[in-house]
């Protein structure tokens, strides 16, 4: 699943974010309750689920669905993963253990995005000045906070790039 998430998500330009794929716990905010889900077969790979499952004697069902390649998760899986696999046979694992760094690297993010978020805030407007200073990384992410935030809206990178350059422009 980790696999097929990041190359789908690759496919589809997403920003470091979405290329982190599925992580092993996420936390879930709704209605003042907080959800946390956790995956722990996450960085399992089909074979050796399949092969506990079969060990243990556990009775499965296998979804129709899942062989039908008009879904574009089951073209990666069925199409694209053989085809890397032929070139690195541990890539499957190898895509989790990026997926891992690239978490690493996008909680960092987050983090620094927070705090020009809160250093640029002053008695109820954003420093504008304090965003200008900041590399896109950060810069991007404390608007996308900011936005959110404000609107509760998740803004596309189109809307984010528009307030980089506004904010570019003076």
Same mark, same amino acid.
């Given at each position: 699943?980790?696999?097929?998430?990041?190359?789908? /998500?690759?496919? %589809?330009?997403?920003? #470091?974010?979405? +290329?982190?794929? =599925?992580? !092993?716990?996420?936390?879930?905010?709704?209605?003042?309750?907080?959800?946390?889900?956790?995956?722990?077969?996450?960085?399992?790979?089909?074979?050796?689920?399949?092969?506990?499952?079969?060990?243990?004697?556990?009775?499965?069902?296998?979804?129709?669905?899942?062989?039908?390649?008009?879904?574009?998760? /089951?073209?990666? %899986?069925?199409?694209? #993963?053989?085809? +890397?696999?032929? =070139?690195? !046979?541990?890539?499957?694992?190898?895509?989790?253990?990026?997926?891992?760094?690239?978490?690493?690297?996008?909680?960092?993010?987050?983090?620094?995005?927070?705090?020009?978020?809160?250093?640029?805030?002053?008695?109820?407007?954003?420093?504008?000045?304090?965003?200008?200073?900041?590399?896109?990384?950060?810069?991007?992410?404390?608007?996308?906070?900011?936005?959110?935030?404000?609107?509760?809206?998740?803004?596309?990178?189109?809307?984010?790039?528009?307030?980089?350059?506004?904010?570019?422009?003076?």
């Amino acid at each position: 699943d980790v696999a097929e998430t990041l190359i789908f /998500n690759l496919a %589809r330009g997403s920003s #470091l974010h979405g +290329l982190c794929s =599925i992580p !092993p716990t996420r936390v879930h905010e709704r209605d003042d309750i907080c959800i946390e889900i956790v995956r722990p077969l996450i960085n399992s790979t089909r074979d050796e689920i399949e092969e506990y499952r079969a060990e243990k004697e556990i009775p499965y069902v296998n979804d129709s669905t899942n062989s039908d390649i008009d879904y574009a998760r /089951n073209r990666i %899986r069925h199409n694209i #993963l053989p085809e +890397l696999e032929k =070139i690195n !046979p541990g890539v499957i694992k190898n895509i989790s253990r990026c997926t891992e760094m690239l978490r690493a690297d996008d909680a960092y993010f987050a983090g620094e995005s927070l705090y020009v978020a809160c250093k640029a805030y002053d008695n109820g407007d954003y420093n504008v000045n304090i965003l200008k200073q900041q590399p896109y990384s950060v810069r991007s992410r404390t608007i996308a906070r900011i936005i959110y935030e404000e609107s509760g809206v998740q803004p596309e990178k189109r809307h984010i790039d528009t307030v980089c350059y506004l904010i570019d422009a003076g």
